[in-house]
């Protein structure tokens, strides 16, 4: 313990004796917490000294979830950050892990990836080797602190945070850490790096630099009335209008204020890239997932918070579609390509913008006009088209006797977990067998598809969410990259029981799906465009989560699915631990 932290002479008794300096990992857990950082998710190693005292000193004095954030430890890096960005998906409130130096750093890049294109604010901290060989507390005392030292450590995750830095002085460690808060929280929301040189960690702050009041963040961009008024004359003057959204449902207001624009002025809504639920599944206005049959006749397309509104190789909307972009950044500014034609750009949360077009429209009187009705019952028999065509194809796999399809085992969790329930999908669970018609009970992975999110994503949400049953559904890929030993170790310890679903096909789907896309007759469909894609044999994963003291069963026989899913929720419903089902399927 730093001696000016245990001072060995009388104290002073004066009322006028200055306060005692606190140690620099203190002061940075604390600025932590007063951000409202609730959990400190933590990967540590030889740099994480001062950390550990802070944490030692902080129990002592019963200051832990009181005064500094309560620690997670992870074993390992990439489970750490998903655990923090489902964290944040459950809260809204920024999130903190902190890693071992340059090669933590490197095992984060995947999670920043996720977050910086998902837009979740996580200060994504990493110890740096000692600056000093000798001379210094926190100088360099093992072999390793001269391999891992880097030119520029933050350089790895450069390209997905908006804000980078390293502590240089202890005194500037509370100013350090609103700042990057600050940047994180702004819009668009974002992750940050701060490196933390030992040597600086464990250094004394005077008390008087020790806090630092959390900064009021500007508020989310506004919508200019003028663009408003252009959008809302062309909504009132379209025949085919289409909303193309995709991360709008991030929040609950943004979820209700979608439904009730479209419904009121009858405008369809597609959802893509499965990320959030933008609409209740039972909404009239609720199109499904597949941009093209709509795209290909719209006169107007008002692209909602979504990067990639329709695939310019394979779809494009008619030649005279006006297309409005609305978003915190409506030109995606940090995607190095993004091509797609933009006739009126809104700078603005899908919120206000949505309820300043509602007020723009009733002026109007658009909601009663004699196109609106008209369009409400084309619409409606379109509708019932679409949701009988879905209908049929989850009859069709609820009735293969002999393999399981993903689309049976969507319907069996719709049925199994209830309308409550948060389901956290890495890529196969199939929405239209798997209805979710309230706000904050759908998560998928990030745009920027960095595998190994889903399961510490999962765990994060359970963590701020302890009363909600929560699911994951996972590929077996996904599952393998998950790192689900560290994952269900974490479930274990901190008493944090999800539901996991492994949707089993021993495939790596997207390589097979994007060969067999381009080569579907060339060499590769000999073998089923399989080559590279093969995971057979298939490890037997429910083993991997009972030896962490989970309920693990396989299922490979479509009956057996529904009953198998009740034997898991009991699980972790009734008796509190975590449960995995290995469903081998076919698709």
């Known amino acids: 313990m730093h001696s000016s932290l245990t001072p060995t002479a009388a104290v002073p008794t004066s009322t006028d004796a200055p306060a005692p300096d606190v140690l620099a990992a203190t002061v940075l857990l604390q600025t932590l917490f007063d951000h409202g950082v609730e959990y400190f998710f933590c990967n540590p190693g030889t740099d994480f000294p001062a950390i550990v005292e802070a944490y030692s000193l902080a129990e002592a004095a019963g200051e832990i979830g009181v005064r500094v954030p309560a620690p997670v430890v992870v074993p390992h890096e ?179 204020a979608l439904a009730d624009v479209a419904e009121r002025f009858a405008l369809p809504v597609v959802t893509l890239a499965g990320r959030y639920a933008c609409l209740p599944h039972s909404h009239p206005m609720h199109f499904g997932y597949q941009v093209k049959p709509l795209l290909q006749e719209a006169d107007l397309v008002i692209v909602l918070d979504c990067d990639v509104p329709w695939l310019p190789a394979l779809e494009s909307p008619p030649e005279g579609c006006r297309v409005v972009h609305i978003a915190s950044d409506p030109a995606f500014a940090r995607y190095p390509t993004r091509g797609f034609p933009s006739h009126l750009a809104i700078t603005a949360d899908p919120v206000p913008a949505l309820a300043a077009l509602r007020t723009a429209l009733d002026d109007q009187a658009v909601h009663d006009s004699p196109a609106v009705m008209r369009r409400r019952d084309r619409l409606a028999a379109r509708r019932d088209v679409l949701r009988n065509t879905w209908q049929s194809q989850g009859d069709a796999a609820a009735a293969d006797a002999d393999h399981i399809r993903p689309e049976w085992i969507s319907r069996c969790i719709h049925e199994a977990v209830g309308t409550d329930a948060v389901i956290v999908n890495e890529y196969p669970l199939r929405l239209e067998h798997c209805p979710r018609d309230r706000p904050g009970t759908f998560y998928g992975l990030s745009p920027a598809g960095g595998l190994g999110w889903g399961l510490g994503a999962a765990i994060g949400m359970k963590r701020l969410r302890p009363d909600a049953t929560v699911v994951v559904t996972l590929g077996d890929g996904a599952y393998m990259f998950d790192n689900p030993t560290a994952c269900h170790w974490v479930s274990a310890v901190q008493q944090l029981p999800v539901l996991v679903v492994v949707f089993n096909n021993q495939l790596y789907g997207a390589v097979r799906n994007s060969t067999a896309s381009m080569y579907a007759d060339g060499a590769s469909a000999g073998n089923s465009c399989t080559l590279l894609a093969d995971l057979s044999p298939s490890p037997a994963f429910e083993m991997i989560a009972q030896a962490n003291g989970a309920y693990g069963e396989r299922v490979d026989d479509p009956a057996a699915l529904p009953a198998a899913l009740q034997r898991a929720l009991h699980a972790v419903r009734a008796e509190g631990r975590q449960a995995l089902l290995n469903v081998v399927c076919r698709y």
């Not at 630099?209 to 919508?223: D, E, I, S, T, Y």
């Open 78 to 256: 990439n489970a750490a950050v998903a655990m923090a960005h489902g964290a944040y998906l459950a809260s809204g409130r920024p999130q903190a892990v902190m890693v071992h130096v340059s090669v933590g750093t490197a095992n984060t890049v995947n999670g920043a990836a996720n977050a910086g294109r998902d837009q979740a604010p996580i200060l994504i901290m990493a110890g740096r080797s000692p600056i000093t060989e000798a001379g210094l507390h926190g100088s360099r005392n093992r072999p390793i602190h001269w391999a891992q030292e880097m030119y520029d450590q933050g350089g790895m995750l450069r390209e997905f945070v908006k804000w980078d830095f390293e502590l240089r002085m202890a005194s500037e460690t509370a100013d350090t850490v609103a700042r990057a808060m600050e940047v994180m929280m702004t819009s668009p929301r974002g992750p940050a790096y701060l490196s933390l040189p030992r040597e600086v960690l464990s250094q004394p702050v005077p008390a008087g630099r020790a806090r630092v009041a959390p900064k009021l963040v500007a508020a989310a961009p506004w919508p200019h009335p003028e663009a408003i008024g252009s959008l809302a004359a062309w909504v009132a003057a379209a025949d085919r209008p289409l909303v193309v959204a995709s991360a709008s449902g991030r929040t609950r207001e943004g979820f209700e």
